[in-house]
């Protein structure tokens, strides 16, 4: 159990994930990887974190967004796994973030994710990413991710 | 052929799919998973359904371009397995929306698309899913969708 | 070294990989498979092409922009593998394009890259593929293009 002692040591306590937004599943296994659906940022009482990301969010909400968006993947995979400590490595993340025309410090704002998935997985949790300026995210969340893990089955 | 079979009681009728619009290949095959080129809507004449979603098109007719789309990928799977029946699991689906600005009912669009491979592999296809807002697809389709499915080699 | 005399043959000195702007690896591996992170097109002199294309970048700038991405690609590729003959096939291509409203002729633009690894690899270097155009890019790079490819472990 060293990830929960982790989270512990770290003070998070993770969120329920949230219900998929359509006909999809929030994650699938294939051989020793999962593959997680999108997933964007839910704040503590259910609710989204939306609006345009140089405008009506600054770029530290929208770090905190992507922080949020990394406690649902969390949530995502210790409802799948049981225990956090089957993550053997963060694969890819694609973080895609809600921009308002002009705003392109995309990688600062999705290191809110990745730094908390290294902060619970040193090393595992950093793996491949890109981290782009979408036009519009479902319901105007913020940020939205989509992650691929490699897990012990 | 229980798929085929499927396919008749649903009085679907599999398009030809489209060729690449470019230098590569609509299909690659790497162990037991397919990963397709993104795709679009074609319709019944041949030429693609295009359009700004939330200004040109509206959102029903954005869900039906997401059907079609899914038609095109049942084609490009059609053309390189012979049979439908040899999808084992459809892992992930990154599905994209032309969005006029304001639009972002993503998932309600691409619902499209998973509603045709669900009633058509039934929980084998439904698997992992991004539904994203994009400034500008290629020659201006209104969605478009990326698959990743398993399958018995 | 086959490999390494074809990019002989055709001219190419590779450039040095570009580290990464963030919390992420430029490349990960799994199995036969390395996950690159998005990358973009770097100049000779170090600085990013960028630009929104269709406005302060036109089709040809941008096509090269791909083409430089496409040596990012190898860049890394080379940095993690040693020799690129190592390469087995490119598996897909999410080729990103910074897009100015109204252009969308995004596949012609990321041929830029594919022409490339086609060149280097011949069909090898063929793999599937998305082309799509992104409000923002990091730092306003006119592409961006992540990358799988399977190799010899």
Do not use: H
């Not at 159990?1 to 993770?14: E, F, W």
């Not at 990394?70 to 809600?98: H, K, P, S, W, Y």
């Amino acid at each position: 159990m060293k990830t929960a002692a982790r989270l512990d040591s770290l003070g998070i306590t993770l969120p329920s994930a949230k219900t998929p937004a359509g006909l999809y599943r929030p994650v699938l296994a294939v051989g020793d990887l999962l593959y997680l659906s999108g997933t964007g940022p839910v704040l503590a009482d259910g609710t989204l974190l939306t609006g345009k990301v140089g405008a009506d969010v600054d770029e530290a909400q929208a770090r905190e967004a992507a922080r949020l968006t990394g406690l649902q993947i969390l949530a995502v995979l210790q409802a799948e796994l049981g225990d956090l400590e089957r993550v053997t490595q963060v694969v890819r993340l694609f973080g895609m973030v809600n921009c308002a025309p002009g705003f392109n410090r995309t990688p600062m704002v999705i290191d809110g994710c990745s730094e908390l998935l290294i902060a619970v997985w040193a090393e595992r949790g950093r793996g491949a990413r890109s981290a782009v300026g979408m036009s519009e995210l479902p319901f105007d969340i913020a940020v939205e991710i989509e992650a691929t893990v490699q897990f012990t089955p």
